[in-house]
């Protein structure tokens, strides 16, 4: 479990917790960057221990610190507890570190706000994220960004597909019937000659030639 603690004097704290012992802590989050919530929130729900394990601000003594606020009734607040957002509980720090972000700080990666999703994620995969040098947060982003790249690309070359599989330049017959032979054709012809409606992109290394003639063949068929 992890609890946001802000405190009388405007302190922000972020505490890990389990069976009642603390675990780590990290204090002067209200000095962090405003909206920062919304770019480690992730990372905090799947592991906390590995999310902060790069933070600056870590607590020599945090259960000593959770002990002394947890003493002073009046003098802190509970303000987010494992993802669960306490607004009306918020002072001045508190409402600027959990601030849902709008025309500030990195863009979305579509380029416009995105909805908000719950990962799960399996043992292994982790403990996977939790051993990348850029940490949790971070390497999901990245994974994201990868997919979404992989996705245009897999769109363009279903239009070259498409392109090459409707072109009025060959018929089958011309191919004595040999899909297999028209498709190679094609999309070597493709390779070899400039075409401004489908240039040959730098990332099509990244896929095997034959891949490309297989689908265009299955087109044709």
């Known amino acids: 479990m992890y609890q946001y603690l802000e405190d009388n004097g405007g302190g922000l704290y972020l505490f890990v ?12 989050l209200e000095y962090a960057e405003r909206g920062e919530w919304w770019s480690i929130r992730e990372g905090l729900g799947t592991d906390p221990m590995a999310e902060i394990d790069g933070w600056d601000g870590h607590l020599d003594d945090p259960q000593d610190v959770y002990d002394t606020l947890k003493q002073q009734p ?29 025309d500030r700080g990195r863009p979305p990666i579509h380029g416009e706000p995105m909805k908000l999703v719950s990962v799960h994620l399996k043992q292994d995969q982790i403990d996977w994220l939790k051993n990348q040098e ?39 017959e011309d191919y004595d019937g040999d899909v297999d032979y028209m498709a190679q054709d094609l999309v070597r012809h493709w390779y070899t000659n400039e075409d401004p409606e489908h240039p040959i992109p730098s990332w ?8 490309l003639i297989d689908r265009v063949a299955k087109a044709l068929a």
């Open 74 to 102: 009046l003098g802190y607040r509970v303000v987010c507890e494992d993802g669960e957002v306490y607004p009306d509980d918020m002072g001045k720090a508190a409402s600027l570190y959990f601030e849902e972000p709008r």
């Open 134 to 172: 850029d940490g949790m947060s971070e390497t999901i982003r990245s994974l994201v960004e990868s997919k979404i790249d992989r996705d245009e690309q897999m769109k363009y070359l279903w239009n070259v597909v498409y392109y090459l599989s409707s072109t009025g330049d060959a018929t089958l």
């Open 17 to 28: 917790v389990e069976d009642g012992q603390v675990l780590a802590g990290i204090g002067d």
């Open 204 to 211: 099509i290394d990244n896929y095997d030639l034959d891949w």
